[in-house]
């Protein structure tokens, strides 16, 4: 049986204002100016890779960190509660499994932490040194042989601007 590798996009979202100042809904709280422009700077480095699908926390800020891409591509964003704040690592270890290759994902800095940490713990390699900065995207790599899914790797890619 051929093994092929699933190469999933795992973006923290973009640089968004303090918690302190926003006095709404904290699922509202907006991107900054300037993490629009590293929203943008995000798309610039994903378009040219094929993005396959989309999908976001339903934030504000991480369906916004998406716009531009989905914007270029054409791709909708499918929000999905798995990449949620405070969400539950294995909730999104379970959706991670079932994507499809050259996914993109937005989510949070308490999600990706412990998901990456988890993937770790079960055998895939970091390549590199680790990023949770805002904007920061992860490269994760999935072996596929069609009786089971492996991570082997992921790289961490720093913030655009």
Known sequence: ?????????LVRHAKAGTRRDWFGDDRLRPL????????????DRLEPL???LLVSSPYRRCVQTLEPLA???????????????????ESALGHLTTLRDRTVMSSHGDVIPELISALER???????????????????????????DGF??????PPPV
């Open 32 to 43: 900054t100016k300037s993490g629009l422009a590293q929203a943008e700077a995000i798309a």
């Open 1 to 9: 049986m051929t093994t092929m590798t699933a190469v999933l996009y």
């Open 152 to 157: 082997s790797s992921a790289e961490a890619w």
């Open 71 to 89: 914007a270029r591509t054409g791709l909708p964003i499918e929000i999905d509660l798995a990449w949620s704040e405070g969400a539950e690592f």
């Open 50 to 52: 094929g993005p396959a």
């Open 122 to 148: 079960r055998g895939m390699v970091i390549k590199g040194e680790p990023s949770w900065r805002k904007g920061a995207i992860w490269v994760i790599h999935r072996e596929v042989d069609g009786r089971e």
